[in-house]
């Protein structure tokens, strides 16, 4: 991660699908799909949608806000906790399924 913001680029979508290990026991990311160029390292200019897997966008992403090098850092620590734990951190039992009203109550946990 660090290595692509070096290099001014936004992943937006880190999630344990899109990490492979190659044969050396490296980690290689995958879908750059959503992947943007940001030099500043500042908001970008899609705060009209959430760009990502809700189980780890950061606030400012759910708010709107647009997505920033902090907001990849978020991700990646709900990445963090999902190894360590097993499930996303945002992730409660009645929101195994994938219906509104679970994505609504995770929606507001990330914000709370």
């Known amino acids: 991660m660090n290595y692509l913001h070096q290099n ?10 899109n990490i492979l290990v190659n044969g050396d026991g490296f980690l290689k990311l995958t879908d ?27 606030p400012e992403v759910l708010e709107g806000k647009g997505h920033s090098i902090a907001s990849e850092w978020w991700a ?13 951190p945002f992730l409660m039992n009645d929101n ?11 929606y507001n946990l990330i914000n709370a």
Do not use: H, W
């Not at 001014?8 to 699908?17: F, H, I, S």
């Not at 750059?32 to 950061?58: C, H, M, Q, V």
């Not at 195994?96 to 995770?106: F, L, T």
């Open 32 to 58: 750059f799909g959503l992947s943007k160029l940001n030099i500043s390292g500042s908001l970008n200019d899609d705060s009209d949608r959430i760009i990502g897997t809700l189980e780890y966008a950061a």
């Open 96 to 106: 195994v399924s994938s219906s509104v009203n679970s994505r609504q109550k995770m």
């Open 76 to 88: 990646l620590g709900c990445l963090i906790y999902e190894l360590l734990v097993g499930v996303p």
């Open 8 to 17: 001014g680029v936004l992943y937006r979508d880190l999630k344990p699908e």
